[in-house]
């Protein structure tokens, strides 16, 4: 089993839509977690991090986190071509500081 | 925020050659780096980490005396690919914690590696 799970899609929603990005994980003892976005042939880049159950926002991105279900999400509203990127979950394994990704989400908005 | 620079950005090289890509910290100590490959179209795993002063340690699976790492000082890991062959081709990226309880991390900007 993965340890950090992700629709590889695509996924295609219209500009100006809420695009919604879902990841699992299996380590219930894992305590942070990542949102990275990643364009062809970059690196990724750092979106949001999320350590508590709940919402949090940054601008047009929320992240959500259920530990109990081992979910978290990520929202991004108001979607603009920009945002066409694969988008990586990373969880951070124990007190390593090590991240495991998931295989990342690609995202298409079109205008 | 911190910065991670890596050289080369991409290298070409003969089967058999060895490769050394250089990761910097430029704004921040770095006592722990990790290293990444990422095949097209997968995500990016881990294959060690770097530890400033000691010996890296590698994820199952990676060749130790294959992907040779040193991080002799506090800025800069070394990656060497010996003995390179085509199945080595990848993108390579380090990444750092900016500070030593820091569980974020900044990624370089990765090194293209196309072995012929």
């Known amino acids: 089993q993965k340890e950090v799970e992700q629709n590889s899609g695509p996924l295609s929603v219209p500009e100006g839509a809420i695009a919604s990005l879902n990841c699992t994980y299996s380590?219930?003892?894992?305590?942070?977690f990542f949102w990275y976005r990643q364009y062809s042939g970059k690196s990724p880049e750092l979106i949001m991090s999320i350590y508590s159950n709940g919402d949090k926002e940054d601008g047009r991105f929320t992240a959500q986190l259920n530990k109990a279900s081992q979910y978290v999400s990520l929202l991004i509203r108001d979607s603009q071509p920009s945002d066409s990127a694969t988008y990586l979950c990373?969880?951070?394994?124990?007190?390593?500081?090590?991240?495991?990704f998931g295989q990342g989400t690609t995202l298409q908005v079109k205008p | 925020g911190a910065v991670v620079s890596q050289h080369p950005s991409w290298v070409i090289c003969k089967s058999g050659t060895s490769v050394k890509i250089e990761c910097r910290s430029l704004d921040f100590q770095a006592t722990t780096m990790f290293w990444y490959r990422q095949f097209p179209k997968q995500s990016l795993m881990l294959m060690a980490t770097?530890?400033?002063?000691?010996?890296?340690?590698?994820e199952q699976g990676v060749e130790k005396d294959k992907f040779l790492i040193n991080h002799a000082s506090l800025t800069l890991s070394t990656l060497t690919v010996t003995s390179a062959h085509p199945e080595d081709s990848s993108f390579y990226i380090c990444?750092?914690?900016?500070?030593?309880?820091?569980?974020?991390?900044?990624f370089g900007p990765g090194t293209r590696l196309t072995v012929l």
């Open positions: 770097s530890n400033e002063g000691s010996k890296a340690t590698y």
């Open positions: 990444s750092s914690p900016p500070t030593l309880r820091a569980d974020t991390q900044y």
């Open positions: 380590d219930r003892v894992s305590q942070s």
């Open positions: 990373a969880v951070n394994v124990g007190n390593t500081g090590k991240l495991i």
